[in-house]
């Protein structure tokens, strides 16, 4: 069965269970019999979520993960309460900030909160016309820090049902299992100063600062030797010390860290290099810890091995009170209103919303069972597509979901 894993974070705890990627299927059909259709009577836990659709998919891939929370949260005797709340270019398009106080209000008063997604849209389709401080992203920028999040976890796990849709080999992405440990809250995205001048030949130039205190490569750096203490032992983490002062801090403070865990194999590996091995080897990696811009590029590399960036959930942890969840996605414009968005990544960050902001495991398996049933009977978006497929929408990918979330038994078992 799959693994729990206990992180510890701000002196919370974290449970992580992960599919394994070795798994022998039991279809659908074959569970008829163990198909469950009643939900729990009396709820007996309630919690209360912040929505934030966002701006394009976003708007249309939420609605599938807010109805299996619902919906696998009923049967599992929980009872949740969402309040959707505006962010990014549509809060912008609607009170003229990207980041309402109703929404931050709503955000602190939740007991976790979920984002779908920030950007351009078909109605504005571009936002370089708007002031900095005005821009859809400075949305997500700012309920990060209002919520005080420094860590962004986000899983690489290859579904064997979609080992066909990675564009790598079939070879190189199986049983690929690992967790990208992204630092979130410094760093080049919020190092001082920062702006536009001109320089002495009088040309403009732009400037932005990368810096690192001990304290910040710490605390994520901790979670990451946590979460490698209860998977295989290895941490990696990938900087650039041999040009940026900011990394060579950053690698002392990893390697002072790593001697509070000797059980844990730590290397270290430039980021340029890094990018490469997740191409030729990504099996070699366990827990790949990182800077804030170099997380950034890294994992979404690193979605193309699990088939896309639609594949990809991400959770935002560490801040004092609710957790904040977001899949790894753009606004995506240009697919915006036509029912081809992929909503397993927004699913699968739900998942995460129920391990890390809630500690309800049984939810969360759940509904990743239901996630790998769908993907068993052979249901994809254009996206993921693979030989003998069937090609669905983002709306009937989630209907499909939501049937398999009936199926007690768990739709997966070890070799």
Sequence with gaps: ??????????????PVSLIPSTTKQISRASKRVGRIRCSATTPNKK?????LPGDGIGTEVTPVAVEALRLAGSLEGIDFEFKEMLVGGAAYEATG????????KASLESDAVYLGAVGITKKMPSSDHLPKHLRPEVGL???RRALGVYANLRPIT?????LEASSLKRSVTEEVDFMIIRELAGGLYYGKPRGFGINEKGEDTGFCTEIYSSSEVDRVARIAFDMAMERRGKVCSVDKATILESS??????????S????????????????GMELIRYPKQFDVLLTTNVFGDILSDVSAMITGGIGMLPSACIGGPGPQLFEPVHGSAPDIEGEDVANPLAAVLTAVMLLRYGLKEEAVAKR????IFDTLNEGFRTRDISTPGAKIVGCKKMGEEILKSLYVRVPSYQLN
């Design 248 to 257: 060579r801090l950053w690698r002392k403070r990893v390697t002072i860290m």
């Design 367 to 370: 509904i990743e069972n239901a």
């Design 141 to 143: 920028m700012r309920i």
């Design 259 to 274: 001697e509070e865990y000797p059980e844990v194999d730590l290397s270290h590996m430039l980021v340029d290099t890094s």
């Design 97 to 104: 900030v990207p980041f309402p106080e109703e929404t931050l």
């Design 1 to 14: 069965m799959s693994t729990a894993l206990q992180i510890h974070a701000s002196g919370i705890k974290l």
């Design 158 to 162: 290859v579904f064997p049902q979609l």
């Design 47 to 51: 919690y209360t979520i912040a929505v």
